[in-house]
């Protein structure tokens, strides 16, 4: 019973370096989301994928990258990252695009960039 | 600019009693309000939701009231456990922005602490 599954759990990356976190979903979802959670503030969007072969931003895109492998799998690229990146990201998926559809989150990410 | 809002970063209470957390949100657009629940190390979990149509919803020990006119939802436990210690996070949507979930917005989180 996996749901949405993300690796790496923990990561320490230098400034500069790049890395690709993995997400996938074996729920048959059709929409996949990224968010990071900060300290003092909730959880805000990356990026999304509505359906398979679409990818759109959220709230927050800049310094990041996705891409959309396959209907169960979405992932998130830091092509070079920095400190302010230091957050714990979290891969979910939903069945339709749209209010009112349960949001199912993975366990989170652990990112350091020092 | 936080849209969604919980004041509260903490909140603790006797097992048996009642919890009440609360969320503030200033986008009248927001018209779909839900509650996530998270442990430490995992990913938040669905808890309930509720629709601005309504002004309340139970489920079991859990109920959400919505104050419209306020901008103001809160989610009451009842009668607390100590499972329940956990971060919750209230989240609200707009059903008539094209999308809707990729506009959710969430609070900061209030952590929950049921004392046995």
């Known amino acids: 019973n996996a749901g949405v599954t993300q690796t790496p759990k923990f990561q320490v990356l230098k400034t500069g370096q790049s890395m690709t976190l993995q997400c996938a979903q074996d729920?048959?979802?059709?929409?996949m989301y990224w968010y990071r959670q900060d300290p003092g503030m909730g959880l805000r969007l990356i990026y999304y994928?509505?359906?398979?072969?679409?990818?759109d931003k959220g709230e927050v895109p800049n310094g990041y990258n996705v891409s959309r492998l396959n209907k169960r799998e979405f992932s998130l690229r830091l092509e070079s990252a920095a400190p302010s990146q230091t957050s714990v990201y979290f891969c979910?998926?939903?069945?339709?695009?749209?209010?009112?559809?349960?949001?199912?989150f993975g366990e989170g990410s652990w990112l350091t960039v020092v | 600019d936080q849209q969604v809002k919980q004041n509260s970063p903490s909140l603790s209470v006797q097992e048996g009693r009642i919890s009440i957390l609360n969320c503030d949100y200033t986008?009248?657009?927001?018209?779909?309000f839900l509650w996530y629940k998270k442990y430490p190390a995992e990913g938040p979990t669905f808890l309930i939701s509720?629709?601005?149509?309504?002004d309340k919803n139970e489920d079991g020990r859990f109920t959400v009231f919505l104050n419209k006119s306020a901008k103001h939802l809160s989610l009451h436990i009842v009668p607390s456990q100590p499972g329940d210690s956990a971060v919750y996070f209230c989240?609200?949507?707009?059903?008539?922005?094209?999308?809707?979930?990729?506009?959710?917005?969430f609070g900061a989180g209030t952590r929950l602490t049921v004392k046995p």
């Open positions: 979910a998926s939903t069945l339709q695009q749209g209010v009112g559809n349960t949001i199912y």
């Open positions: 729920m048959n979802h059709n929409s």
């Open positions: 994928s509505a359906s398979e072969g679409t990818t």
């Open positions: 986008n009248s657009m927001f018209d779909y």
């Open positions: 509720i629709s601005s149509i309504k």
């Open positions: 989240a609200a949507s707009a059903r008539g922005i094209q999308g809707g979930n990729n506009d959710m917005r």
